[in-house]
């Protein structure tokens, strides 16, 4: 061969070579980027592009097609999720949704869409009624595997259901279901258990691009609901869509007072209602309207609480609360009865902790040393001091209260007070703890103060106004730098006080008749402590 023929042979074998190559970089470029030709829509998925074949790749990978999962059979949803399970080395995949010869659902979905071996996807289009087959292959990063084995599903569409679909306290809700195209009209059922409490054909008049609603003129009572719709076309009725159950709640449930209680001021308290923004509260003696007030919704937060300002006499009462959720009252809550009586005799050494005594304000403890060494148990607090005209209402008095409420009565406590003797020692009896001034002083109650110096003083608040009898005056009986006993006794109208058993006070006053008892102490500038060695109460 001479070298002309040799050099011509070599020209065309690099030739054929040099085409080779880029006929394989071609297959590549086009296993990928076939479907991505084509226009996408707002929603992330290609137009459809209706067409009588699918197209073919150059070059298939060798790896395993995925395995369909659903739908399959007839469903209902209009926005059908399709499921596959996931194939190892994948990065994404294909799927495609024809209904006869055309494709209605060209997309590529990312490996971020499988969990857990199960991959996802949920329609962004909204399918029509009819016959479907979809397929789905996978890219590994390269090429793409064949599809695998196409399913087949048949739409039945029926209205997905928005709302009431939970919790609910409004008694005439408004049903509200997506809006399908092609309805001539729509009917909903509504079920209590097994009672069918409404069956409405609903016009299309009542829908708008996208949503239906309907809301019935009878109210719902109480108690857990389920409901469907289904559509009307020119076919004839489609099926129902899945039940919905909603929870109606729109009457609180009492929690306090019921039975038998000893106080004259009971704490109401109830289960919140949702967008409830009132309550009215109700108690009657028998026939009669003891108390018919307003609370805000602000009273509650896990539940609802209101401090009555007026005592109750002691007696039997029945209540009842309702809430009101948008324009309109709800239904009252079945009436509960309780039983106001005179608090129990109680002794409390404080050796341990009580629970009957609750913390009005400042930081009260339990020790099992009590102040001066006396080696017993003992209630105590503290106070940094401040002027009493200090508007800081955290530093002007420190008191607590016993958890039941008393008419007649006789109290004892014992009493240490570390420093800044000056200023008051103070014991509540008939009063409300509840509701207080901004020094936190009681707004109600006959409140008793004394000095380590030797002064005394009784006064009364009387819902927050000072009633001009007061009783002041001084004794040798207190002792300044140690503990002191002081005992009140009030049966009706007569009240007497004693401090380390010798009687200081004897006066009749019929202002209140019962309430608290409970005791505390002021400070001014200084630090200073007080200490209660023990509390006795007998009833006369």
């Not at 226009?39 to 990978?61: M, Q, Y």
Request: net charge neutral.
């Amino acid at each position: 061969m001479n070298r002309g023929n040799e050099r011509n042979l070599q020209k065309k074998f690099l030739s054929i070579l040099l085409m080779f190559f880029m006929l394989v970089s071609l297959a590549l470029a086009n296993s990928k980027a076939y479907a991505d030709d084509s226009p996408i829509d707002s929603s992330g998925d290609i137009t459809e592009t209706p067409t009588s074949e699918e197209p073919t790749l150059a070059i298939e990978n060798s790896g395993a097609s995925p395995s369909l999962i659903s739908p399959t059979g007839t469903i209902k949803s209009t926005n059908p999720v399709f499921t596959w399970s996931e194939t190892s080395g994948s990065t994404s995949y294909q799927l495609v949704v024809a209904k006869g010869a055309s494709s209605v659902i060209v997309t590529e979905v990312p490996s971020s869409n499988c969990v857990e071996t199960i991959c996802t996807y949920t329609s962004t289009k909204v399918l029509s009624d009819g016959a479907y087959t979809w397929k789905v292959r996978s890219f590994d990063g390269t090429t793409w595997s064949s599809f695998a084995p196409s399913l087949s599903f048949t739409l039945k569409a029926a209205p997905r259901l928005i709302s009431p679909i939970s919790n609910t306290s409004i008694t005439l809700p408004t049903y509200k279901w997506q809006a399908i195209s092609g309805v001539k009209k729509y009917h909903i059922e509504v079920y209590r258990g097994s009672t069918l409490v409404l069956s409405k054909d609903v016009s299309i008049t009542k829908c708008s691009s996208t949503s239906c609603s309907y809301k019935p003129s009878n109210a719902l009572s109480d108690g857990t609901y389920k409901w469907r719709v289904k559509v009307y076309k020119s076919s004839g009725w489609g099926p129902y869509s899945s039940l919905s159950t909603f929870v109606l709640k729109s009457i609180p449930t009492v929690i306090y007072p019921s039975s038998s209680i000893h106080k004259v001021r009971p704490s109401f308290t109830w289960t919140p209602i949702k967008n409830a923004t009132k309550y009215q509260l109700q108690v009657l003696s028998g026939n009669s309207t003891i108390l018919d007030t307003t609370i805000s919704s602000s009273a509650c937060s896990t539940t609802c609480i209101y401090h009555p300002v007026k005592a109750l006499p002691f007696s039997t009462f029945k209540w009842r609360i309702r809430a009101y959720i948008g324009s309109t009252w709800a239904s009252f809550s079945p009436y509960t009865s309780f039983t106001v009586s005179n608090g129990l005799a109680f002794v409390s050494n404080f050796d341990a902790e009580d629970p009957n005594w609750i913390a009005g304000y400042g930081d009260w403890s339990y020790s099992s040393d009590c102040y001066n060494g006396n080696a017993e148990g003992c209630y105590s607090s503290y106070i940094v001091g401040a002027d009493l005209d200090d508007p800081d209402p955290n530093s002007d008095q420190i008191n607590t209260y016993y958890d039941q409420d008393f008419s007649d009565f006789d109290y004892t406590m014992k009493i240490f007070r570390s420093a800044n003797l000056i200023r008051d020692n103070i014991i509540y009896f008939r009063g409300d703890p509840n509701h207080v001034n901004s020094q936190k002083s009681w707004k109600t109650g006959y409140i008793f103060t004394f000095t380590n110096t030797g002064h005394y003083l009784l006064y009364i608040n009387d819902y927050g106004n000072d009633v001009l009898t007061s009783w002041v005056g001084s004794t040798t009986a207190i002792n300044r730098d140690d503990w002191n006993t002081v005992r009140i006794r009030a049966v009706g109208p007569h009240i007497q006080i004693f401090i380390n058993d010798e009687k200081i006070l004897d006066v009749y006053d019929s202002t209140l008749k019962s309430g608290s008892i409970g005791f505390g102490a002021s400070g001014q500038f200084s630090y200073f402590e007080i200490h209660v060695d023990s509390v006795q109460v007998t009833i006369p």
